[in-house]
């Protein structure tokens, strides 16, 4: 079946500008992640979805990062006034349960350049 | 929290020999371990796990990789190296259950050359 799709596959966008992020996992998928891959700090966790329980948010730099997740499946990753820090190549994950042995499996990510 | 260390940034091998990545992690439980590829413009994809059951694990493309307590590693280990395998090599430990979720923490990375 079809795997993770994100989009855009790349985004450009000037300091100070907001951006959103989509994620559509693999259907019947209840948990859902986002992680940041960069040069400097490699891949880092940033928010973890799991069914209808809140969301692990705790992976999150700053406030300024925030995401949804609607009606269990699709998720947008909003980062609002951007800075250049944040660039970086943005990567979403799905599972079938979300336990500690299950497989994840990423989708191809969304590279986001700050100018 | 759990880590992982991955020895050496870059391994350069030559085709037809053998390929070793190394891991270690720091756990003071029985962690899950994982080892991903990612080639160029790509997402990861999954070469294996361990989940506590048997010690040596066989994944994918003729990769396996050794889970020893005693020595917390868990390298990656594969007979023959092909140019397809060259790619970033990432292992990662569910990060369990000190956080009582299930994100990754990944190492740092591994890139591995295949020269012909």
């Known amino acids: 079946g079809a795997g993770v799709s994100q989009s855009p596959s790349n985004k450009v966008t000037e300091k100070g500008k907001d951006v959103e992020l989509r994620c559509d996992p693999i259907?019947?998928?209840?948990?859902l992640y986002w992680y940041r891959q960069s040069l400097g700090q490699g891949l880092e966790f940033l928010i973890y979805f799991q069914g209808n329980s809140a969301p692990d948010k705790s992976g999150l730099p700053s406030d300024r990062f925030s995401a949804e997740r609607t009606g269990g499946s699709v998720s947008t990753l909003t980062i609002q006034r951007t800075q250049q820090e944040d660039s970086a190549v943005y990567l979403c994950?799905?599972?079938?349960?979300?336990?500690?042995?299950?497989?994840?499996?990423f989708g191809p990510g969304t590279r986001l350049t700050v100018l | 929290a759990q880590s992982v260390t991955q020895l050496g940034s870059h391994v350069s091998v030559s085709e037809g020999a053998l390929v070793l990545l190394r891991c270690n992690y720091s756990s003071s439980v029985p962690p899950y371990l994982f080892w991903y590829v990612q080639y160029p413009n790509q997402g990861l994809q999954l070469l294996l796990k361990y989940t506590s059951a048997a010690t040596l694990v066989k994944g994918i493309n003729g990769f396996e990789a050794e889970f020893k307590k005693s020595e917390t590693s868990f390298h990656l280990t594969k007979p023959s190296a092909h140019m397809s395998d060259a790619a970033e090599y990432f292992c990662a430990v569910s990060d369990f259950p000190s956080r009582g979720n299930t994100p990754l923490v990944f190492g740092k990375g591994t890139r591995l050359s295949v020269i012909a």
């Open positions: 259907s019947g998928h209840t948990a």
């Open positions: 994950a799905s599972s079938s349960a979300g336990t500690s042995t299950d497989t994840q499996y």
